[in-house]
């Protein structure tokens, strides 16, 4: 009876333990706006609950759209993410959609633009709470291919919907009469108009931006800027006319620009929101009048967001000596970027200031430790990349200076993400280092503390092996006075080992509860100044997460029978050359991977028989295919898995 008393309070004491280990997402901290940065985002309005001002959907090329409801009001908008009502809409049918009554019954329906082409979703809810079902093969007869985009007005006078479709291989901007009614539209390929030509991945948006009653375009593109399409025509008869000063100078330096175009602070004039491949969203008040804009930027609404493109790193270090802790991050592009913390330890904010550090570049997907290693009180960098070596970088104090010499005998095969720490507790500055293989690597500093000198120590931590591409970070968790070890990896993993008297012990419940992307980079600081370290997230498409350490534990029972779900992913995306795919298997199975094209014809197709529970990848070489959307279907899996890639140049 006493065993089961002490089983009981065992049970409960743990119980009450895990509970008061919550890590608290706070991801205000590196986007205070709230609106979330997705890759090729393509930002649309519509009053979808019905309360009179304009609500946000952001289409994108990972996940079905995205809804943030309009909590502001008409003049002063604030978006919050909302009820998930494109849930039952896949993102094969619709990387961007827009809200439009195309069967004049009152509500808005969804027409949206997709790997499988043009979709409509008619609205069979409410007025403001939308239920969108698909109608089949409404748009089948049109020629638009894979991911068009369109936008819907009455640009003939006649009362109807017709549709204007931006093409994306071609990027051909199409303008199709509605030859049905208001209540049953209809659209044959045999009435429309070229409105024109803007290279590749049009995306159009329809707009009065002159105030003269009939409908402009606005068009994006895959390149720079914006092509403007007066409409010097009336109500009943357009004529479009390509106006290249109306943006000018907008959107020069993104890709992908997507125009949303709403009079979104109640001026009675059309802002301009627009979407990019990076993913991050940027808004120009119109200050103008309604019949001559002008453009002034707004970072406040949309901005704030870090998204340095993509496969972020970060690197906590308080670089310039103001008591908060500043950040550092590698980036996909080699870049090394610097945060600076504008705010105080417990309140941080943050301003980019990367132009001290471009000379710190070298190869793509970039990662960086700071730190004075040399006892100079200056802080200097170690640099990580894609070709797996290191580079000390010292500061001189008025920039930086390859020390060619002094890590270059050390290369650890691909993708090295160092960081510095004395690890051996002898007043110097030691490097621990993942790599694309998974390995931790620990190189000792047998130097000095003012003279380093680094020798890789083979073998050095066994039974840690967090997975492809590991990212370590180091810190008393558990406040023993050790060190203990955070390992994200390309998967999106995330491992963490406790030292346990040198011996390394892998314990999932402390990190239960992160939600993780691919290519998982972990930091630790105290960003709240509450006494223990918070994490902070690095992740494939290029942002951060934060998660606030609200109350640290001590101990848990290592017996974890938690197994993570393993969701299909696919690396790198975009892909110049060499794409990895990777999935699970619970059970024996044979697999199937189907490679789609742009054009819906198969490019790859492959059975592997008798697979073996667990991960498998799978190499795919899109050297020779063009660029474009791809789909990578895995069958015979527990379910079939899709996923999307995207070929660039």
């Known amino acids: 009876m006493k065993n089961i008393v002490s089983l009981a309070v065992f049970i409960f004491m743990f119980s009450i333990t895990i509970m008061s280990q919550p890590w608290?997402?706070?991801?205000?901290?590196?986007?205070?706006?709230?609106?979330?940065?997705?890759?090729?985002?393509?930002?649309?309005?519509?009053?979808?609950?019905?309360?009179?001002?304009?609500?946000?959907?952001?289409?994108?090329?990972?996940?079905?759209?995205?809804?943030?409801?309009?909590?502001?009001?008409?003049?002063?908008?604030?978006?919050?993410?909302?009820?998930?009502?494109?849930?039952?809409?896949?993102?094969l049918d619709a990387e961007i959609g827009v809200c439009y009554d195309i069967d004049n019954d009152g509500d808005l329906d969804f027409i949206a633009g997709g790997y499988t082409g043009l979709n409509l979703f008619i609205n069979t809810g409410t007025v403001n709470q939308p239920v969108f079902e698909k109608v089949e093969n409404?748009?089948?007869?049109?020629?638009?291919?894979?991911?068009?985009?369109?936008?819907?007005?009455?640009?003939?006078?006649?009362?109807?919907?017709?549709?204007?479709?931006?093409?994306s291989e071609s990027g051909l901007v199409k303008l199709?009469?509605?030859?049905?009614?208001?209540?049953?539209?209809?659209?044959?390929?045999?009435?429309?108009?070229?409105?024109?030509?803007?290279?590749?991945y049009s995306y159009p948006a329809f707009c009065d931006l002159d105030a003269d009653l009939d409908k402009d375009l606005v068009v994006g593109r895959d390149g720079h800027g914006f092509i403007y399409y007066e409409n010097t025509g009336d109500i009943y008869v357009g004529q479009w006319e390509p106006d290249p000063l109306m943006f000018d100078g907008i959107g020069n330096d993104s890709y992908w620009n997507s125009p949303g175009i709403v009079d979104l602070n109640g001026d009675e004039t059309f802002d301009l929101i627009f979407g990019t491949a990076s993913g991050p969203l940027n808004y120009y008040i119109n200050t103008g009048t309604p019949s001559a804009p002008a453009w002034q930027v707004n970072t406040t609404l949309f901005g704030g967001v870090i998204d340095v493109g993509g496969a972020s790193n970060p690197y906590m270090y308080d670089y310039d000596r103001d008591g908060d802790m500043d950040m550092f991050t590698g980036s996909q592009l080699g870049d090394i970027k610097y945060f600076e913390n504008t705010g105080t330890p417990s309140g941080p904010a943050w301003e980019e200031n990367s132009s001290a550090f471009t000379s710190l570049k070298h190869s793509i997907y970039s990662a960086v430790a700071i730190g004075d290693v040399n006892g100079d009180n200056l802080a200097d960098a170690i640099v990580g990349d894609l070709s797996g070596h290191l580079y000390y970088h010292r500061n001189t104090g008025i920039g930086f200076t390859l020390e060619s010499e002094a890590l270059q005998s050390i290369a650890l095969g691909g993708w090295s993400s160092p960081r510095l720490v004395d690890y051996d507790q002898d007043g110097d500055q030691d490097i621990v280092v993942g790599n694309e293989a998974g390995a931790i690597n620990y190189i000792e500093n047998q130097g000095t503390a003012t003279s380093p000198a680094w020798v890789l120590i083979s073998g050095f931590f066994p039974g840690i092996d967090p997975g492809s591409n590991a990212v370590p970070a180091l810190v008393d968790l558990d406040f023993d006075e050790d060190l203990d070890m955070l390992c994200g990896n390309l998967w999106g993993d995330v491992s963490y080992y406790e030292n346990q008297n040198g011996?390394?012990?892998?314990?999932?419940?402390?990190?239960?509860?992160?939600?993780?992307?691919?290519?998982?980079?972990?930091?630790?600081?105290?960003?709240?100044?509450?006494?223990?370290?918070?994490?902070?997230?690095?992740?494939?498409?290029?942002?951060?997460?934060?998660?606030?350490?609200?109350?640290?534990?001590?101990?848990?029972?290592?017996?974890?029978?938690?197994?993570?779900k393993h969701p299909a992913s696919v690396y790198p995306n975009p892909v110049t050359s060499k794409a990895t795919v990777k999935y699970h298997l619970k059970a024996i199975s044979d697999v199937t991977i189907h490679i789609i094209g742009p054009t819906g014809a198969s490019v790859f197709l492959q059975q592997f028989d008798n697979l073996s529970p667990g991960n498998h990848t799978f190499q795919w070489d899109a050297e020779s295919v063009k660029p474009g959307v791809y789909y990578i279907l895995i069958l015979g899996t527990e379910k079939q898995e899709t996923l999307k890639v995207l070929k660039a140049n």
């Open 138 to 167: 409404f748009f089948s007869g049109l020629t638009v291919g894979a991911s068009p985009v369109p936008d819907l007005a009455d640009v003939d006078g006649d009362g109807d919907a017709d549709m204007v479709v931006g093409l």
């Open 24 to 91: 608290l997402q706070n991801d205000a901290i590196f986007n205070p706006s709230g609106i979330p940065s997705l890759p090729f985002s393509q930002p649309r309005f519509g009053d979808l609950d019905a309360d009179g001002d304009a609500d946000l959907i952001i289409g994108n090329i990972n996940e079905a759209s995205l809804f943030m409801e309009n909590i502001g009001t008409p003049t002063s908008p604030s978006f919050v993410i909302g009820e998930n009502i494109f849930s039952g809409i896949s993102s």
């Open 176 to 200: 199709y009469s509605n030859i049905g009614t208001p209540t049953e539209a209809e659209f044959s390929e045999n009435e429309f108009i070229e409105i024109g030509d803007v290279g590749l």
């Open 503 to 564: 011996s390394w012990v892998e314990n999932s419940f402390i990190m239960d509860g992160i939600e993780t992307d691919q290519n998982t980079a972990p930091a630790f600081a105290d960003l709240d100044d509450d006494g223990d370290p918070d994490l902070i997230l690095g992740q494939y498409n290029g942002t951060f997460s934060y998660y606030e350490n609200r109350n640290i534990i001590t101990s848990v029972p290592h017996n974890d029978p938690y197994q993570s």
